[in-house]
């Protein structure tokens, strides 16, 4: 609460009558006066902001990636924040603070400070059954883990890329935390672009020889010999297999680019040797595509395994090879609506500031609709060929988040390329789809009804 402090000095009243009867009806005038001060001064404290209205439309923010770091402190410091789905491009309102303000100064957020009528007023306009829109509450900051290998660096990934410039807090952890149940600490988990099938990212053909990928194959076989399995793709078996009970008890898992397939293959697969000699010192099994169980994968199914050793591909799963036509000026994907109301979770996983975003590529770029099971969400697809670029979905208690192509910034990233520098792409609109699935877990939700 404000406490206003005034100070009359040297009050001095001339040429008036020093009669008593005057002066109690001066010092009343004064008193009055006074009173009638402390009023209005008090009415305009009442009046002024209390909410910070922090916009995610196009031509308002300045900085729609580190909003979401915004939006992450004022968690962490449990202050109030709603989630205003479709409202603005999917705006933040937190209760007022000083802090959160300098903080939104220091970053270069946009924000815009409104009283509790004016944010009472945007509430009831969301509530409205006539509006496509939902206000969610964020319950808290949650913990996230970042599945990769040490020594990786952070711009190898786009999920870190984004966290790191958005100035929001997570962990590394790779196999070893993994199979010692370390995922139980964490609300978040993405997966770094790994190869969970054991065969090093099938590229053998081009990088066999060159130092990196030697020492990474070593890297691999030392560290699972070290926890107890013959082979790297037992041990990436029982990594995949621990990250499925994580989910299915209730967390959250997000991916991109290969760890999306090469994690369905290998629960699939589920102990079925599908390596070739050059990648685990044997052959693989006979009529192994026979043996795959598409009940244990998590988003596809019906998938054909690429057999060859020398062909840069899991399976069909992925449509990199099926889209040579597309140019990349016109390669973009469209995001899904939803109703905001009844189909809260893909509605927040789609807020954006434009429903068309631009297309990426990646080893594993996007989807083929024919291998993916009923019941997951397709949330953006490319209207060129129908491909599936954005899905999601529920296994057990928990959710899963694919996501096709490996830098929403580069279009064709290649290994070795320079990094993106997300100073340049502070409205980027593929970026903020990952952002979306950090805050996801924050969010108090709704059954979904369709």
């Known amino acids: 609460m404000m406490i206003a402090m005034f100070h009359f000095n040297d009050l001095k009243l001339k040429n008036i009558s020093n009669t008593g009867h005057l002066k109690n009806i001066i010092k009343s005038k004064v008193l009055q006066t006074t009173l009638l001060f402390l009023y209005l001064l008090v009415t305009s404290f009442t009046a002024n902001a209390s909410k910070v209205l922090i916009p995610m439309d196009a031509s308002t923010q300045n900085d729609h990636l580190k909003a979401y770091g915004l939006v992450y402190f004022s968690l962490q410091k449990n202050f109030k924040v709603n989630w205003l789905l479709n409202y603005r491009g999917g705006s933040f309102l937190v209760s007022d603070h000083p802090d959160l303000r300098k903080e939104c100064q220091i970053r270069g957020v946009s924000f815009e400070i409104i009283s509790d009528q004016e944010a009472e007023s945007i509430l009831q306009e969301i509530s409205s059954p006539s509006q496509n829109m939902e206000s969610v509450p964020l319950e808290k900051a949650p913990k996230i883990a970042v599945y990769s290998p040490q020594g990786n660096k952070p711009w190898d990934d786009a999920v870190t890329m984004a966290l790191s410039y958005a100035e929001i807090p997570y962990t590394t952890i790779y196999d070893r935390e993994v199979l010692a149940d370390g995922l139980l600490l964490y609300d978040w988990l993405h997966l770094h672009h790994e190869d969970f099938t054991g065969q090093y990212g099938k590229f053998y053909r081009s990088f066999k020889t060159t130092p990196w990928y030697i020492e990474d194959k070593k890297e691999a076989e030392r560290l699972a010999k070290e926890l107890g399995y013959a082979k790297v793709s037992e041990e990436k078996l029982a990594v995949a297999r621990r990250i499925s009970e994580y989910v299915k008890g209730g967390g959250f898992m997000f991916a991109m680019c290969s760890a999306t397939d090469s994690f369905d293959i290998a629960l699939a697969a589920n102990g079925v040797d599908i390596a070739e000699a050059m990648f685990d010192g044997d052959p693989s099994e006979p009529a192994y595509q026979s043996k795959l169980d598409y009940d244990l994968s998590f988003a596809f199914t019906d998938f054909i395994l690429e057999r060859s050793p020398l062909v840069y591909e899991f399976s069909n799963i992925d449509m990199t090879s099926k889209r040579q036509m597309i140019e990349k000026e016109s390669d973009y994907f469209t995001l899904m609506d939803y109703s905001a109301k009844w189909d809260v979770v893909p509605t927040m996983l789609t807020q954006n500031h434009t429903r068309l975003v631009k297309g990426f590529m990646g080893q594993t770029t996007s989807y083929d609709p024919e291998t993916i099971k009923p019941g997951v969400l397709i949330m953006g697809e490319s209207k060129l060929n129908g491909e599936a670029r954005y899905i ?40 903020r789809l990952i952002l979306n699935n950090v805050l996801f877990p924050a969010a108090k939700k709704k059954e979904q009804k369709t």
């Open 392 to 431: 999601h979905g529920v296994k057990g208690k928990g959710f899963f988040t694919f996501y096709g192509g490996h830098d929403p910034e580069d279009y064709q990233h290649r290994v070795g390329d320079p990094k993106t520098e997300l100073q340049l792409h502070p409205n980027s609109a593929g970026y």
